[in-house]
């Protein structure tokens, strides 16, 4: 959610139970503007907090003129103090894969990680390695799984130029209400997959400028998005339920929404049993 | 005459101010034909378009009129956006001369629902507000809200107050001794909002249970006694009857114990009407817990399982409240205290003391303390055994009743059931297992700058969505989430159970191998052999009797 509107957000999204204590909110409303100062971005946005054993990882990410572009990411233990995290590489994602269970809350904490490489009997005591995986990467890797799996926006918030970067829709109204409630009206905030393999005859209906991401409507499984009306209907949230804990507002017909994460950071696997 | 520009005739600019003699100069330079070439011009700009009815020249004026009241940054960047809503601006226009009717949108429903929180049932006097201040079951939910918040915990203070009123409307409505404000399930289309209750005389409640049971009871006994007629009549010709016994069905424990301690109410949305949970049974919290699904919001739903949950969603709902409360509501140590009547063993029962009460002596601790050692905190609700209940019951104690039912037929070896002994009451929190490397409970303070007025925070890791705080002899418990226990494996559904087999085995009907060719050669050898061994010896003998004649 954009670190400016941090106060009405929290507000829209708190329905889930989780949200921020008054201090942490006004340590942040302090420490987020300058971020943005020092890392020179054009927006930051707080992305949410990911609940350790021991303590809590807050997030924020910084955007630059592009909004399609890979975005730096930050972790803080108290909302004041901010550390850069590396990008997010397929080894890094491959690596932390393999981890289950709740983050510990320090960050360099290290998760050991035996690989036995399925090779003679007689290679194998020596080929076992031991990989020692820091906290950092995993939280790296969590948090772009999370983004590129479940990070949203509504359709026609972003617009691509011709040039190829990605801005901001200055048109955009808000969705009405009958679109709000439709999964189609929202797009998921990453390469899209799904798009090539579309018949030509729905391309046809598709406004290249705005419809260049895959929209929610084909995620697998289906059903792993909840849609409701808050308050009557003045507020669209959407929850995920392969990351339990992200939550998506929109305020219909205005210029207002978000996702954010409050949860533990684990994917729920046991999604299709659940529905 | 001649150009008025600053050029003599005989310069290289001259003519340039003069339109008609400079070489650039296409147009008829005469004023007349300028002015037809103009309006030449917005004749054609205001033809009318054939496919939309528009003419340029009037969007252009529309375009501009809007760019110029609005006037945006960088407009050039954004001009086909704005042409293209000037366009579709067009097309709001009603044609027809009919009213619209106002649409009732469902915000404005929801909107009536709330306003009907705030307002008061009855015109009230002096004595009636003195009642309502004086002893309201009523728990001050701001109050706790408030030191959830601390910790960031909680649902928005709107929300809060709405949920405030609505238990408030509960109250009013029906006859509640003590009241909390439990929490609130996420579901799918809808999420619960749940009361935690209990009710005033609970005698009223009993007698309505009894009934049920009586009806369940008697219809259960018919059915058995026709059973029974039926063997008699059909014993001679009957196929053979099954020897299936169900596993015995545990009865679920009384309104006021156990896991039936408290009554819950649900409603999906503050102003909604509240609705009542029914009891648990045992049978119920032994298939929650093998399952895993999420909640729809509605309490009819059926919940599609396997092994099959015996209910729909408001079963699920109240049994998973019921794993929930046991698991995670927890007190600080010394607050509750057992009774001082210490009774008779016997009376206490098998599952220990179940009751306790408010320990008047309780000094609170520090915030501290509470944080450092899990130890200061107890749980104040009864551990669930593995059979469902709270207070272990052998289920094959059989009743007066069932004895008489059950002559006739052969009744089964009761197998040895050891007894369960769960933790008992009042038990420190440090004593949870944790799952793997989680351990169960997570404590901290709610704000490390201000330690004066810092609140204690634990989070269960086991429920995750339960949070309880604790400051001065302030405490709560509160849950917020969607309603499943943590497990860092996968859920794993639990297999069929083998197929029963129709006939016992034995010797007789079981398939053996034919035996192959060179067994049944070497058999035969082997009784041909002995066949004539027999016959060399009955020769032998014949020939002895033979013998043995001859000689008479």
């Not at chain 1, 510990?104 to 194998?124: I, R, T």
């Not at chain 2, 609505?166 to 909002?193: D, H």
């Not at chain 2, 609970?202 to 008697?218: I, K, L, S, V």
Request: net charge negative; charged share 30%.
């Amino acid at each position: 959610m954009e670190a400016s509107s941090l106060g009405a957000a929290l507000e829209l999204v708190s329905s889930g139970g989780a949200g921020l204590s008054p201090e942490k909110r006004a340590a942040l409303g302090a420490s987020l503007p300058l971020l943005r100062r020092d890392y020179r971005f054009e927006r930051v946005w707080f992305w949410g907090r990911i609940q350790g054993l021991r303590g809590a990882y807050y997030i924020a990410e910084g955007l630059g003129a592009d909004l399609a572009a890979p975005r730096s990411r930050l972790y803080s233990l108290n909302c004041v103090e901010w550390n850069l995290l590396p990008p997010a590489s397929g080894e890094m994602m491959a690596q932390a894969e393999a981890l289950k269970g709740r983050f510990q809350g320090d960050p360099s904490f290290e998760y050991q990680l035996a690989e036995a490489k399925v090779a003679d009997d007689e290679k194998l005591p020596e080929d076992k390695q031991e990989v020692v995986i820091k906290e950092e990467i995993r939280l790296v890797a969590t948090i772009e799984q999370i983004d590129k799996a479940v990070g949203i926006i509504p359709r026609g918030s972003f617009v691509k130029t011709p040039l190829g970067p990605v801005h901001e829709n200055r048109n955009f109204e808000g969705l009405s209400l009958t679109e709000a409630k439709k999964l189609s009206s929202y797009f998921h905030l990453a390469e899209p997959v799904n798009l090539k393999n579309k018949t030509l005859l729905e391309k046809a209906d598709l406004d290249p400028s705005t419809d260049f991401l895959d929209s929610l409507e084909h995620d697998i499984p289906k059903g792993s998005w909840t849609v409701q009306l808050e308050k009557g209907g003045m507020v669209v949230v959407l929850r995920s339920l392969l990351w339990l804990g992200l939550t998506f507002y929109h305020v219909p017909m205005t210029k207002q929404y978000g996702y954010v994460y409050f949860g533990t950071g684990e994917k729920n696997l046991d999604l299709p049993f659940m529905l | 005459e001649p150009g008025h520009g600053p050029y003599q005739p005989h310069e290289p600019g001259y003519g340039l101010y003069e339109t008609g003699y400079s070489p650039k100069d296409k147009q008829i330079p005469e004023p007349n034909t300028q002015m037809l070439a103009v309006q030449n011009a917005k004749a054609y700009l205001q033809k009318s378009s054939t496919a939309s009815g528009l003419n340029l020249y009037d969007h252009l004026a529309n375009m501009l009129t809007k760019i110029l009241d609005e006037q945006p940054r960088n407009v050039v960047d954004i001009m086909e956006n704005i042409s293209k809503d000037v366009k579709w601006s067009q097309f709001q226009k009603k044609m027809d001369t009919l009213r619209d009717e106002h649409e009732i949108l469902p915000t404005f429903e929801v909107a009536e629902k709330r306003k009907a929180l705030f307002l008061k049932a009855h015109g009230e006097g002096d004595e009636e507000l003195e009642d309502e201040i004086a002893d309201t079951p009523l728990p001050n939910v701001m109050e706790t809200a408030f030191y959830f918040e601390q910790a960031g915990i909680g649902l928005s203070k709107d929300e809060t107050y709405h949920i405030f009123l609505a238990l408030k409307q509960l109250i009013s409505v029906q006859p509640i001794q003590t009241c909390r404000f439990w929490g609130k399930i996420l579901g799918l289309e809808m999420n619960y909002i749940i009361a935690e209750v209990q009710y005033h005389d609970r005698a009223e409640d009993e007698e309505a249970e009894e009934e049920e049971d009586n009806e369940e009871g008697g219809k259960g006994m018919d059915e058995e006694k026709e059973g029974d007629e039926d063997e008699e009549k059909e014993d001679d010709d009957a196929p053979p009857q099954s020897t299936y016994k169900p596993p015995p069905l545990i009865p679920k424990e009384d309104t006021g114990t156990g896991t039936n301690k408290y009554i819950y109410f649900v409603c999906n949305e503050p102003g909604k009407p509240w609705v009542k949970l029914p009891s648990v049974t045992p049978a119920q919290i032994i298939c929650a817990r093998k399952i895993k699904k999420f909640f729809t919001g509605r309490l009819d739903a059926p919940v599609v399982s396997f092994p099959p949950f015996p209910g729909n969603e408001a079963n699920y709902l109240r049994a998973q409240i019921a794993r929930i409360s046991a698991g995670t509501q927890i007190c600080p140590i010394g607050f509750y205290q057992f009774g001082e009547e210490e009774g008779d063993e016997e009376e206490e029962g098998i599952g220990g003391r179940d009751t306790y009460e408010e320990n008047p002596d309780f000094q609170p601790l520090s915030v501290v303390e509470m944080v450092d050692s899990l130890s200061m905190w107890v749980h104040h609700t009864q551990h669930i055994l593995k059979q469902g209940r709270c207070v272990w019951l052998n289920p094959f104690q059989k009743s007066e009743e069932e004895e008489e039912g059950e002559e006739e037929e052969k009744p089964e070896e009761p197998e040895e059931i050891q007894q369960e002994i769960g933790p008992p009451l009042l038990t420190p929190i440090s004593e949870d297992e944790g799952i793997q490397n989680v351990p169960a409970w997570t404590a901290q303070f709610s704000t490390n700058l201000v330690p004066q007025y810092a609140v204690a925070i634990i989070q269960s890791n086991r429920w995750p969505g339960a949070y309880t705080f604790a400051s001065g002899r302030r405490f709560d418990n509160i849950y917020l989430g969607w309603g499943h226990k943590y497990s860092p494996e996968n859920h794993t559904p639990s297999l069929p159970p083998p197929v029963q087999s129709e006939y016992p085995s034995g010797p007789e009907i079981t398939e053996t191998n034919d035996p192959s060719v060179e067994e049944e050669r070497a058999l035969q050898a082997a009784q041909e052999e002995a066949l004539a061994a027999a016959e060399e010896e009955e020769e032998e003998e014949e020939e002895d009797e033979d013998d043995e004649e001859e000689d008479d």
